[in-house]
């Protein structure tokens, strides 16, 4: 039996029902449908999951998705409308009609829709499965996000190719006669990811102290001789998967404190990398490179070395497994990746991140990329 099925059935319930639209990753991941308005997904064990939409949609979604369709209509959804106007009680009981007495949803369905619920069924909350699910990726899907990824490293070459050829004048570094800044690089690596269906926000360029922060976006112009971080993660539009990568680059001469943070840092990542197989679990590789950065005399609390050496990619930039503290077993077609950094507030920061899957043996990292600090 499958994971949903089972869970539905250990749960006691009748049926699997999700309401969102494909933005949430759980329903693109159940369905393959996409669509900006929410929509009922239902499924019941052993049986092929059935998706309840607008007539408008039904052509589309019979040629795209993987799901049976049905219209609101064949739903009974117009007739319930002329008696109810409770929009949230009127999909409710539309949902009811066709599922039956207990359901089981995601932790993150809407409240509002499953309070109108409870007047007709009983609402058990799951506990994950789907996330479970996607953690564990087909051959298909690893395909999808290693095509994103060499996407990804096409728009890093050209962010490396201005900062390569920038020069400097005064401490900062101009390009093409004009300052370079972090908003430049972003949006000429942005221009990129879209002429091949991908696209990106949150995007980070970051340069001196504001690569202490690990989450600073950066703005502003670039600076010679202090530490630039890159940390790319686009989304390609059509499959709905991501890629993620982070780099560390300097302009010039880094500074001696730089330079060791950085040496220590690949040999960190590299030695994460080395120990990743299926069986491991996400915790052990994280204590691994906190001991190893102590043994260098690098700190693991408020500085240093201070979030999850990586995270699942998928769907979602962020899902499961964690590689971190709370990290779990890992499985052989779990997609993560391994991310060690160091910031110090003062001296500034550098991180790297590779992408990649696991594997029985060992980890097929996706990222073809240099590491070379100076460019």
Do not use: W
Not at 72 to 91: F, N, Q, S
Request: with cysteine; glycine share 10%; aromatic share 6%.
């Amino acid at each position: 039996m499958d994971p949903l099925s089972e869970a539905i059935r250990i749960r006691g319930t009748d049926a699997y029902v999700v309401y969102a639209n494909s933005r949430d990753a759980d329903m693109r991941y159940l369905t393959h449908f996409t669509t900006s308005d929410p929509f009922v997904y239902f499924r019941k064990p052993g049986e092929k999951g059935t998706i309840i939409i607008s007539q408008m949609e039904i052509g589309r979604a019979s040629r795209e998705g993987i799901s049976a369709v049905m219209t609101r209509a064949e739903a009974g959804l117009p007739e319930i409308i002329k008696k109810e106007k409770d929009p949230y009680r009127a999909t409710a009981q539309m949902i009811a009609g066709q599922v039956g007495k207990k359901i089981l949803v995601p932790p993150n369905f809407p409240i509002a829709l499953a309070n109108a619920l409870g007047e007709f069924c009983s609402v058990t909350v799951d506990r994950g499965t789907v996330l479970s699910m996607r953690a564990k990726k087909t051959r298909s899907e690893i395909k999808c996000l290693k095509n994103v990824q060499k996407v990804t490293q096409t728009a890093m070459r050209h962010a490396v190719l201005m900062i390569r050829h920038a020069t400097v004048k005064k401490g900062i570094l101009h390009f093409e006669g004009k300052p370079l800044t972090s908003e430049h690089i972003k949006y000429t690596m942005h221009c990129m990811l879209l002429e091949h269906g991908c696209c990106a926000e949150d995007t980070i360029v970051s340069c001196g102290e504001d690569t202490a922060i690990p989450h600073m976006t950066g703005t502003g112009p670039l600076r010679a001789d202090e530490p630039i971080i890159i940390d790319l993660f686009p989304l390609h539009e059509k499959s709905g998967y991501y890629a993620d990568m982070t780099r560390t680059f300097v302009k010039g001469e880094p500074s001696s404190e730089i330079l060791e943070m950085y040496t220590t840092l690949r040999e960190a990542k590299h030695l994460a990398v080395s120990r990743i197989k299926s069986g491991v679990s996400g915790a052990d590789l994280h204590q691994i490179v906190v001991d190893f950065f102590k043994e260098r005399g690098y700190d693991s609390n408020t500085r240093g070395f201070v979030h999850n050496l990586g995270h699942g990619v998928g769907l979602q930039i962020h899902e499961l497994p964690t590689v971190g503290p709370s990290g779990k077993t890992l499985e052989t077609g779990n997609v993560i990746t391994i991310e060690p950094g160091l910031y110090y507030p003062g001296s500034g920061g550098v991180r790297l991140e590779d992408i990649g899957a696991v594997t029985k043996k060992g980890f097929d990292n996706f990222t073809v990329f240099p590491e070379d600090l100076v460019i």
